[in-house]
């Protein structure tokens, strides 16, 4: 797998949500860059098969493109990410992971990305990337060259969705029990990569994930919102989305414990803890190894 040529803690600091880009299109050098970062992430960290593909507006139908580019909040995407997923238990998780490398790849050429997850045209795009019956397109990228990068950051939809706005530590990271907030420095050494999960994006910036350390894990729980789990959101597949948050959080836990040199992996386990309510559900636990 390709590595970043700056510290993954600097590339999530530094991403954000672009809505406005420059019409200026990605030059060849970096969609070369891009699309042989994506040939390496054929399969997600459960094993299941997926695709992603780069179009831009050089392609043969940029004039279409620059249609979809303005399509929903986003102004003047010059190119999207497309992704095609396989069947796996894990799936969407897996999907949100890989598809968060692509977004710090991007943002360590200096581009900007910009998840779509609700707002975008889901058969034009299945079309572009040949989705077969037994696939699914759970999200897309925008991408491009930021416009401008103070207006880009602080844009309306950003505020809007109180886009910047991150809950804090004691709400999300539990101690043994949940509830029981854990601090940075009982976290210790694992105090970077959970800060990085918080510092991630989500849809409608809802930050639906909970972890609770015990004794050689970290476990990852779905917050889900009250009210969100009706038959409309399931429709919208609101659900799903959460599930492609949760896949954010593991890609920015475990690269920023990888670059630190912390060891362990993936696995889904009996975690044993008391939960409050149904609005929680098990994800996946990061297991210690030596
Ligand atoms: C799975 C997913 C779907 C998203 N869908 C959209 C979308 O459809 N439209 C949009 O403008 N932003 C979308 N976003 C961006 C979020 O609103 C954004 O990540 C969040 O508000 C935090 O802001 P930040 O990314 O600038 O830190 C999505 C993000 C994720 C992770």
């Known amino acids: 797998m390709p590595t970043y040529s700056q510290p993954i803690t600097d590339l999530i600091q530094k991403r954000f949500s672009c809505r406005k880009y420059s019409k200026a299109s990605i030059s060849v050098e970096m969609r070369e860059k891009l699309r042989e970062y994506m040939t390496h992430l054929c399969i997600g960290p459960f094993g299941t098969p997926m695709r992603f593909d780069l179009i831009t507006a050089d392609d043969q139908d940029g004039k279409a493109l620059r249609g979809l580019g303005t399509y ?13 997923l396989g069947a796996g238990q894990q799936n969407l998780e897996e999907y949100g992971y890989r598809m968060e490398q692509i977004v710090l790849a991007a943002t360590d ?6 998840w779509l997850g609700g707002t975008f045209t889901k058969s034009t795009f ?27 950051r602080n844009g309306v939809m950003r505020q809007y969705v109180a886009g910047q706005r991150r809950i804090p530590w004691e709400e999300l990271f539990f101690d043994r029990l949940w509830g029981k907030g854990l601090s940075p420095e009982v976290a210790g050494e694992y105090s970077r990569p959970l800060e ?5 994006p989500s849809a409608s910036n809802k930050q639906p994930w909970r972890i609770v ?15 969100y789990r ?3 959101t399931r429709l919208v597949q609101v659900d799903d989305m959460q599930r492609l948050d949760m896949g954010i959080a593991m890609c920015h836990f475990e690269l920023t414990a990888r670059e630190l040199g912390l060891k362990g992996k993936w696995g889904i386990v009996d975690h044993g803890l008391d939960l409050p309510d149904d609005q929680i559900e098990y994800s996946v636990s990061w297991v210690l190894t030596s």
Do not use: W, Y
């Open 72 to 84: 929903g909040f986003i102004q003047g995407a010059s190119g999207f990410v497309v992704g095609a």
């Open 109 to 114: 050429l200096g581009l900007g990305t910009c």
């Open 126 to 152: 299945a079309r572009r990337i040949e989705l077969q019956d037994d696939e699914r397109m759970p999200a897309i990228l925008a991408i491009g060259v930021i416009q401008d990068e103070n207006s880009a």
């Open 196 to 200: 990085m999960v918080r510092l991630g």
């Open 213 to 227: 350390q015990t004794d050689g894990f970290f476990h990852f729980f779905i917050q889900r919102t009250k009210g």
């Open 230 to 232: 009706n038959l409309l």
